[in-house]
Antibody, heavy 121, light 110 residues
């Protein structure tokens, strides 16, 4: 059974960057759409972006384009999400999730445990 | 962009009650609609995909239906462990290829 294990909590200053990792144990990321989803305190789920293997490309929600970079290191079975120019409203729990895509169907069947990123001066 | 709405935003029910949540898409999405359960402090869990297919290991009291723009999620007999927030989600495989979540429905025990 594949598990996604994320790196630990981070405390950052406004304007800095953060890099969160997500390692697959018991399996690989191959042929799966690895995405990052965030959840601000008391708020809903927000898709940030992810790798779409069918098209060999990484897609980002418009809101995060230019500020978020998602990469997958297949050799290490690890995905990374880096966000720059952090603001206080980026304080949230960040989840990685394994996306299963088949034709027009797409859903997240495995999730990491979440990483709290706190941005405060 | 496809927008997802859910109703109600929250509900209160008793053990054994039948609970129904609706999700509406801003345009026809066929049956490509998924449902997740999220308990406080935990990651979301996939319950139903493609509108009505139960994920392996999910209890049969959970069910989903609908197609086009209108979808339902039902708990046939609410259990204490079902207290959670439920989200619908759609993947649009046309550019820009985005995943969209509904705003969530919080289910509380009466």
């Amino acid at each position: 059974q594949v598990q996604l294990v994320q790196s630990g909590a981070e405390v950052k200053k406004p304007g800095s960057s953060v890099k969160v990792s997500c390692k697959a144990s018991g399996g690989t990321f191959s042929n799966y759409a690895i995405s990052w989803v965030r959840q601000a305190p008391g708020q809903g789920l927000e898709w940030m972006g992810g790798l779409i293997p069918n098209f060999g490309s990484t897609h980002y929600a418009q809101k995060f384009q230019g500020r978020v970079t998602i990469v997958v290191d297949d050799s290490a079975n690890t995905a990374y999400m880096e966000m720059s120019s952090l603001r206080s409203d980026d304080t949230a729990v960040y989840y990685c999730a394994r996306g299963y895509l088949l034709g027009e169907s797409g859903y997240f069947d495995i999730w990491g445990q979440g990483t709290l990123v706190s941005v405060s001066s | 962009d496809i927008q997802m709405t859910q109703s109600p935003s929250s509900l209160s029910a008793s053990v054994g009650d039948r609970v129904t949540i609706t999700c509406q898409a801003s345009q026809d999405i066929s049956n490509y609609l998924n449902w997740y359960q999220q308990k406080p402090g935990k990651a979301p869990k996939l319950l139903i995909y493609d509108a009505s297919t139960l994920q392996k290991g999910v209890p049969s009291r959970f069910s989903g239906g609908g197609s086009g723009t209108d979808f339902t999620f039902t708990i046939s007999s609410l259990q204490p462990e079902d207290i959670a927030t439920y989200y619908c989600q759609h993947y649009d495989n046309l550019p820009p290829r985005e995943f969209t979540f509904g705003p969530g429905t919080r289910v509380e025990m009466k």
